[in-house]
C-alpha cells in the first residue's frame, strides 16, 4: 500500500470518525446517554456498527470520546473569555457567564454532561483541572494576588474549581426550572460571583 493510498484511508476514517460523533451528540441530545442506540447512530453516519467498534472500541468509549471533546471546547472558551480585559476580577466574572452562555447554548448535552465521565473513568472537573482554562484562570488569580487584589493565601487551582462548581450547580439549577424568569437566573449568577469574588478579595 502507497502512502497515497494510506493518506486516503486516514482522511475516510477521520471523516467517518467525526460523522460517528456529530451522530452521538444528536442521539444524546434527543435520548440521553442510556437511550442512544448504536445501529441507529450507525445508520444515520451511513456506516456499520463495526465501525463504531473498530474506531471507538464500543459505546462507552464513543459517549466518552462525545464528551472529552465537548469539555475541551468548554475549556477553549473559558480560556478565551480570561484573555480579555484589564482587570482579573472582572476576566473571573467572565468564567461564571462564559459558563452559562455555553450551557444555554446546548441544555441537553450540558445535562448530559454533568452526569457523564470518560471512558477511562476520569471525571469532568479532572479535565478541566488540565485544560488551557485552569492554566490561565491561575495565570489571572496570580496576577490579581501580585496586585493586591486577591488574598495572597488562596490557591489558584481550588479557587478555579470552585468557581466552576458553584457556577455549574446554578446553571443546572436554571435548566432545570428553579428560576421563574431568565433575568432572576442572570442575577442569581451576578450574586454568586460578587460571593465568590467577594471570598478571594483583599477589600
Do not use: W
Not at 460523533?21 to 441507529?40: F, M, Y
Not at 473559558?78 to 484573555?83: N, S
Amino acid at each position: 500500500m502507497n502512502d497515497s493510498h494510506k493518506a486516503i484511508q486516514n482522511q475516510e476514517r477521520g471523516e467517518i470518525r467525526q460523522t460517528l460523533l456529530s451522530a452521538a451528540r444528536d442521539a444524546i441530545r434527543v435520548d440521553g446517554i442510556d437511550g442512544i442506540n448504536l445501529r441507529q447512530i450507525a445508520a444515520q453516519s451511513g456506516t456499520s456498527t463495526q465501525a463504531i467498534y473498530t474506531l471507538f472500541g464500543g459505546k462507552e468509549s464513543l459517549v466518552g470520546t462525545v464528551f472529552r471533546y465537548l469539555v475541551e471546547n468548554f475549556a477553549e472558551a473559558i480560556a478565551e473569555a480570561l484573555a480579555r480585559g484589564a482587570d482579573p476580577a472582572e476576566r473571573l466574572r467572565a468564567v461564571g457567564r462564559t459558563h452559562r452562555r455555553l450551557a444555554k447554548s446546548d441544555p441537553a448535552l450540558f445535562l448530559a454532561l454533568t452526569r457523564s465521565q470518560t471512558s477511562e473513568g476520569t471525571p469532568q472537573l479532572s479535565l478541566l483541572r488540565h485544560s488551557v482554562a485552569a492554566t490561565r484562570f491561575a495565570d489571572t488569580v496570580k496576577e490579581g494576588q501580585q496586585l493586591g487584589l486577591f488574598r495572597p493565601d488562596i490557591d489558584p487551582i481550588e479557587t478555579f474549581e470552585a468557581m466552576c462548581s458553584a457556577g455549574h450547580g446554578l446553571v443546572v439549577f436554571e435548566l432545570c426550572g428553579f428560576f421563574p424568569s431568565e433575568a432572576e437566573a442572570e442575577a442569581r449568577l451576578e450574586s454568586l460571583m460578587d460571593m465568590l469574588l467577594n471570598g478571594i478579595s483583599t477589600r
